[in-house]
């Protein structure tokens, strides 16, 4: 700055002796004299006589080798590539009114280094990117923003504060923004799961990302227990979680359900198989709602023997799930005469080891004579004692009806009373 202070003060002590010369119209020129340049000598810039072809830049005659010795840009200048007139005027060196940017050379940060102009704010992102890949010299805000050269994660500027961050919506995770994000667009996302924090469905809730499907089992669990971020299928199905029944699912539509040859029963599968293996199953009756030979047929499982019992009965009917034998049945039909105090065998009534009965005394059934005729003993069994008369074996049939003894063959009076002589429960006949 005093070198150029020193050549202010040369043209001013010249200015009187400049003004006694013969006037001469410069401005008929290609160089119009403006400013301090009015108040040189011409000899300054014009050396020994010589007028035409005098250089006309200002460096020509502002510089360390040149006529004028006021000196050239100090070495604290900032690098220009053009002329002082881009920046300065010959009315007043300084201050300059405004820099030409055009002129400069280098880069930004030479001068806007906070020391020749402001350089980058505290709060500024950090970026080895030159000022001008953002800013214009035009004006300074509204930067048009280069992300090449940021070497700060992106969460330093895009926290919300400095510049947008996430949305109040976003996954919950700890990668930076370009882990699923570009610079060039937003969305759509390449997605990396890799450090989500969250469960699943914090996304996968059908409106954020695609969620469940409708037809989806019933379950708690997180998606993550069965499905992978690789590839949504095949899954790894764990059943620990699941809330439903097992035929919401195993349905035969959407997983495999009962064979066609399944026993008939409403009970859940929990009931006789295991997430762990299917077979062997833990059989449970108590739900079972079919017929026992439905599946104790020989084949299904195992079924009557060959020597069994003929019957239509079901299986229930004699024996229990819980064991086989000893087996209990009780008669039901209204021709059944009552259970017998003897221990009998089912064999001894049914002789034929069948359901239907062959009755020894056809004509007396269902009655006790139907068995029990050969066992009958007239003279035990007297109507009428003087003259004697005797009861047959079919007015006796039923043995625990009435066998009165009469007065006379008029049957009229009783003279003996006999109510109820045998039952079925007595200790003897």
């Given at each position: 700055?005093?070198?150029?202070?020193?050549?202010?003060?040369?043209?001013?002590?010249?200015?009187?002796?400049?003004?006694?010369?013969?006037?001469?119209?410069?401005?008929?020129?290609?160089?119009?004299?403006?400013?301090?340049?009015?108040?040189?000598?011409?000899?300054?810039?014009?050396?020994?006589?010589?007028?035409?072809?005098?250089p006309q830049q200002c460096?020509?005659?502002?510089?360390?080798?040149?006529?004028?010795?006021?000196?050239?840009?100090?070495?604290?200048?900032m690098p220009v590539s053009?002329?002082?007139?881009?920046?300065?005027?010959?009315?007043?060196?300084?201050?300059?009114?405004?820099?030409?940017?055009?002129?400069?050379?280098?880069?930004?940060?030479?001068?806007?280094?906070?020391?020749?102009?402001?350089?980058?704010?505290?709060?500024?992102?950090?970026?080895?990117?030159?000022?001008?890949?953002?800013?214009?010299?035009?004006?300074?805000?509204?930067?048009?923003?280069?992300?090449?050269?940021?070497?700060?994660?992106?969460?330093?500027?895009?926290?919300?504060?400095?510049?947008?961050?996430?949305?109040?919506?976003?996954?919950?995770?700890?990668?930076?923004?370009?882990?699923?994000?570009?610079?060039?667009?937003?969305?759509?996302?390449?997605?990396?799961?890799?450090?989500?924090?969250?469960?699943?469905?914090?996304?996968?809730?059908?409106?954020?990302?695609?969620?469940?499907?409708?037809?989806?089992?019933?379950?708690?669990?997180?998606?993550?227990?069965?499905?992978?971020?690789?590839?949504?299928?095949?899954?790894?199905?764990?059943?620990?979680?699941?809330?439903?029944?097992?035929?919401?699912?195993?349905n035969g539509s959407t997983?495999?359900?009962?064979?066609?040859?399944?026993?008939?029963?409403?009970?859940?599968?929990?009931?006789?198989?295991?997430?762990?293996?299917?077979?062997?199953?833990?059989?449970?009756?108590?739900?079972?709602?079919?017929?026992?030979?439905?599946?104790?047929?020989?084949?299904?499982?195992?079924?009557?023997?060959?020597?069994?019992?003929?019957?239509?009965?079901?299986?229930?009917?004699?024996?229990?799930?819980?064991?086989?034998?000893?087996?209990?049945?009780?008669?039901?039909?209204?021709?059944?005469?009552?259970?017998?105090?003897?221990?009998?065998?089912?064999?001894?009534?049914?002789?034929?080891?069948?359901?239907?009965?062959?009755?020894?005394?056809?004509?007396?059934?269902?009655?006790?004579?139907?068995?029990?005729?050969?066992?009958?003993?007239?003279?035990?069994?007297?109507?009428?004692?003087?003259?004697?008369?005797?009861?047959?074996?079919?007015?006796?049939?039923?043995?625990?009806?009435?066998?009165?003894?009469?007065?006379?063959?008029?049957?009229?009076?009783?003279?003996?009373?006999?109510?109820?002589?045998?039952?079925?429960?007595?200790?003897?006949?």
């Amino acid at each position: 700055m005093k070198q150029w202070l020193s050549v202010a003060c040369l043209v001013l002590s010249a200015s009187l002796s400049s003004l006694a010369q013969a006037e001469f119209d410069h401005d008929t020129t290609a160089f119009p004299l403006d400013g301090f340049h009015r108040l040189v000598e011409c000899t300054q810039c014009h050396q020994n006589g010589q007028f035409k072809g005098t250089p006309q830049q200002c460096a020509s005659c502002h510089g360390p080798s040149t006529p004028i010795k006021g000196g050239g840009m100090p070495a604290s200048h900032m690098p220009v590539s053009r002329d002082c007139e881009a920046c300065h005027s010959d009315r007043f060196w300084s201050p300059v009114p405004k820099v030409n940017h055009m002129a400069t050379a280098g880069s930004c940060q030479q001068c806007h280094n906070g020391g020749w102009a402001p350089g980058k704010p505290a709060d500024h992102l950090a970026t080895t990117a030159d000022c001008e890949n953002c800013h214009t010299s035009h004006t300074w805000f509204m930067a048009r923003f280069d992300h090449s050269g940021i070497t700060q994660p992106c969460s330093q500027c895009h926290n919300g504060s400095s510049a947008t961050g996430k949305p109040g919506n976003h996954i919950v995770t700890a990668d930076e923004c370009d882990t699923c994000h570009t610079t060039r667009a937003w969305i759509p996302t390449q997605f990396d799961h890799s450090n989500v924090t969250g469960r699943c469905d914090s996304c996968h809730n059908g409106t954020q990302a695609t969620g469940k499907t409708p037809n989806h089992i019933a379950t708690t669990s997180d998606c993550s227990t069965c499905h992978t971020t690789r590839a949504w299928t095949p899954a790894g199905f764990d059943h620990s979680n699941i809330t439903g029944r097992c035929d919401a699912c195993h349905n035969g539509s959407t997983s495999t359900g009962k064979p066609s040859n399944h026993i008939t029963t409403t009970a859940d599968c929990v009931t006789c198989h295991t997430t762990r293996a299917w077979t062997p199953a833990n059989f449970d009756h108590s739900n079972i709602t079919g017929r026992c030979d439905a599946c104790h047929n020989g084949t299904t499982a195992t079924g009557k023997n060959s020597g069994h019992f003929v019957t239509t009965e079901d299986c229930s009917s004699c024996h229990g799930t819980s064991r086989w034998t000893p087996i209990s049945f009780r008669h039901t039909s209204p021709n059944y005469p009552g259970d017998h105090r003897g221990n009998l065998s089912c064999k001894a009534c049914h002789t034929s080891n069948s359901q239907t009965l062959p009755w020894p005394f056809p004509a007396y059934k269902p009655d006790c004579a139907g068995c029990h005729a050969s066992d009958f003993k007239a003279d035990e069994h007297k109507k009428v004692k003087s003259p004697k008369i005797l009861y047959s074996v079919s007015e006796l049939r039923d043995c625990s009806g009435a066998c009165h003894e009469y007065t006379d063959s008029s049957l009229t009076t009783v003279s003996k009373f006999k109510t109820g002589k045998h039952h079925v429960s007595d200790g003897g006949f």
